[in-house]
């Protein structure tokens, strides 16, 4: 009985907290097509400027906005964007798209060496995207 | 999405099953959904991807891959209905003497439904979650909406998507995040993830965000997140960044890491953790890092920035290193980009000194694309009787129509676990966006 009381109240309490909201939803497409790696500033002064792509610490930055922010991304990006790292894709970002070289994108160069000296100065950086999925190669060696 | 046979081996479900499962998971939502009279576009991408690389175990390969991306968004009034997709395949023209030579993957493939009030968003399938703690894939439901007063939260529910586990990654992942942010100053949240495997506890996390952007010049990020299962502090990871002037910007960082809570019951091989049942760990369960480093960056003309940076990393076992260098770029956009990197890790131990050097350029003549890239590391020990690792890249594409472009790469390493590594790459990428009224005409 407690738990049919908690299914039934918990949606009521969504939906009336869902009425009382007053914002409206970012927009679904970038009203001005972005190509490239694109400066916010150049139009958003406000909240929007810090997410200025040609900026130093924007990479590094990127997984909070994304939390922050996922739709303001959507209008720009499409999810395979996203998908292209963060999930399982078998060729290397850095490979697939070496026509890019302005991109921040993991594992350039050869990656075999590097990645023993990688995993010992921050192997929390290897787990965000191989700890719990992606990581087939990975298990090539590491069985 | 994987299933398991009675001796606990994981059995590859096909990607077409995953797809037809996701489909009809997703039929019920698009029943609820209010129907949709507006416009619909349709828009995807189809890149056809052959390689020739030799393998780790030196072997000739030669892949062919399809990656596919598919959208389809109804848009009204009354909000949008999106169906997502997106996976790949392979398969190797060459060798076919093992059942590995061909694979694929639904990356994701969900129904997605959008109000034009309240940011809410009902997503229904295989996606990709970011809120909090949580930043996982899975197969389930996503529900997040703002509510009165500048409180927002957000739901989900689902099995975890572990793509080739040493040992299983929960059967089920359930968390949420509940916000308060004043959108000129802050965004502050609380969130928590929880995940069960057999009846015992897997998971259970829980975290704290903000997002501080209280004057146009200041903006820092950052989350602490809690195991309470192993009860300690995974993670502190945070970032401020100072713009006093338009052209000058300072970033300062601080992460602080607990490798015992934070690679607890990581489903890869390579993370598990030493202990009494598993002496043959690889992770060191009393390691901790600390992380401290700043950089500045200067733009004196709008397509020119110079920039410095550095890095402490301070281990409770292994000693300290430091990571320093800076980096310059040079960006027209839609035409011409080049870059100048160098940095020098100085660690306690000899892997961890070496220097790396990268330089690239890339150019757009009219239809023409051509990429040339080198990055090399010089490492102060040999490695292998190498000293010197380096690759080198050139690349070439070319748009035959505004939707169709073609294009090839080719790279050259030598490093030490290859004398001489050539690899190749041509790719073929199609993409479409069709606009189609209610009425049902092309626009």
Redesign the interface.
């Known amino acids: 009985m407690k738990k049919i009381l908690v299914i039934l109240t918990v949606p009521l309490i969504?939906s009336v907290?869902?009425a009382?909201?007053?914002?409206?939803?970012?927009v679904?497409v970038h009203p001005e097509k972005v190509?490239?790696?694109s400066d916010c500033?150049e139009c958003h002064?406000?909240?929007w400027?810090?997410f200025n792509h040609?900026?130093?610490?924007f990479f590094?930055?990127h997984?909070?906005?994304?939390?922050?922010q996922?739709?303001a991304c959507a209008t720009c990006h499409?999810?395979?964007f996203?998908?292209d790292c963060?999930?399982?894709?078998?060729?290397k970002p850095s490979?697939?798209y070496?026509?890019?070289?302005?991109r921040n994108l993991p594992h350039?160069?050869?990656y075999?060496?590097?990645h023993?000296?990688d995993?010992?100065?921050?192997?929390?950086a290897?787990?965000?995207c191989?700890?719990?999925?992606?990581?087939?190669r990975?298990?090539?060696?590491?069985? | 999405m994987n299933i398991y046979d009675t001796k606990g081996r994981r059995r590859p479900v096909g990607l077409l099953v995953r797809l037809w499962a996701c489909i009809i998971a997703l039929c019920p939502l698009s029943a609820a959904v209010p129907a949709m009279a507006g416009g619909i576009t349709l828009s995807g991408e189809s890149t056809t991807i052959f390689r020739i690389r030799e393998s780790i175990d030196k072997k000739d390969i030669y892949p062919a891959y399809e990656f596919l991306r598919l959208s389809a968004t109804s848009l009204d009034k009354a909000g949008s209905l999106s169906f997502y997709f997106g996976g790949w395949g392979r398969a190797d023209l060459g060798d076919r003497s093992t059942d590995k030579y061909r694979d694929g993957d639904l990356q994701y493939g969900y129904l997605s439904y959008r109000a034009p009030k309240g940011n809410l968003v009902v997503n229904l399938g295989r996606q990709f979650v970011a809120e909090g703690v949580a930043t996982e894939r899975l197969d389930g439901v996503y529900l997040r909406s703002d509510f009165a007063a500048g409180f927002g939260a957000a739901l989900f529910a689902g099995a975890p998507v572990v793509t080739e586990p040493n040992t299983k990654g929960g059967e089920f992942i359930y968390g949420g995040r509940i916000t308060h942010n004043m959108p000129r100053y802050y965004t502050i949240g609380v969130s928590a993830l929880k995940s069960d495997q057999n009846g015992e506890r897997y998971r259970e996390e829980e975290g704290i965000d903000i997002w501080l952007h209280p004057l146009k010049q200041i903006d820092a990020v950052g989350r602490s997140s809690y195991n309470s299962i192993t009860s300690g502090w995974m993670e502190h990871d945070y970032k401020l960044t100072w713009n006093p002037l338009d052209n000058l910007s300072i970033n300062a960082t601080y992460s602080d890491i607990n490798y015992k809570d934070y690679f607890f019951h990581m489903t890869t091989n390579v993370f598990s953790l030493i202990s009494p049942s598993n002496p043959t760990g690889l992770i060191d369960p009393n390691e901790k890092v600390r992380t401290v480093g700043g950089s500045i960056a200067y733009t004196p003309i709008k397509s020119v920035t110079v920039a410095g940076d550095y890095k402490n990393y301070t281990y409770e076992i292994a000693g300290d290193a430091n990571y320093y260098g800076g980096k310059a770029t040079f960006f027209l956009p839609a035409s011409f980009v080049a870059g100048f990197a160098m940095h020098r890790m100085d660690g306690t131990t000899d892997t961890l000194r070496y220097s790396e050097y990268r330089i690239f350029v890339s150019k757009k003549i009219e239809h023409l694309d051509i990429t040339a890239d080198f990055f090399d590391v010089n490492y102060d020990r040999r490695i292998n009787g190498v000293r010197n690792s380096y690759t080198v890249i050139g690349a070439a594409s070319y748009e035959i129509t505004p939707r169709l472009r073609i294009g090839a790469d080719l790279d050259y390493s030598r490093n030490p676990d290859y004398d001489n590594e050539v690899a190749g790459l041509v790719k073929l990428t199609y993409a479409f966006d069709i606009r189609r009224s209610a009425e049902g005409e092309g626009k």
Request: hydrophobic share 25%; proline share 4%.
């Open positions: 969504l907290l869902y009382c909201s007053t914002t409206t939803s970012i679904q190509v490239g790696l500033r002064p406000d909240t400027a810090a040609r900026a130093v610490g590094e930055k997984r909070f906005y994304a939390q922050e996922r739709q499409e999810e395979s996203c998908s963060h999930a399982r894709g078998e060729i490979d697939r070496a026509d890019s070289p302005e350039r160069g050869d075999l060496s590097q023993k000296i995993g010992r100065v921050d192997p929390t290897c787990a965000k191989h700890g719990r999925q992606n990581n087939e990975c298990a090539t060696c590491h069985r």
